[in-house]
């Protein structure tokens, strides 16, 4: 099975290091308006359940998953002039 998540709300941005290895603390924006562990977990049994090959979860974002599949390079295009979170 595969997975394929968008942005989750977890605490690794606040348990991420910068780059002089101290403690970056913040919550990401990203990860902030992410969906739940608790839900991924819901839709990862049922997806275990029915036996489906492939489990998409997330938001918005998960628009880009299908932008890549069949534009490929729209997708790389449009990746490129992306700004960090």
Do not use: C, Y
């Not at 049994?45 to 390079?73: T, Y």
């Amino acid at each position: 099975m595969v997975f394929l998540t968008g942005k989750i709300r977890t605490h690794i941005s606040l348990n991420a290091l910068t780059s002089d290895g101290s403690a970056h603390g913040v919550m990401d924006q990203g990860q902030e308006a992410g969906k739940s562990p608790e839900a991924l977990a819901e839709r990862i049994i049922r997806g275990l359940e029915r036996g489906e090959e492939e489990v998409n979860f997330g938001g918005g974002e998960m628009k880009a998953l299908w932008i890549k599949r069949f534009f490929p390079r729209l997708f790389s295009r449009l990746i490129r002039k992306q700004k960090p979170e």
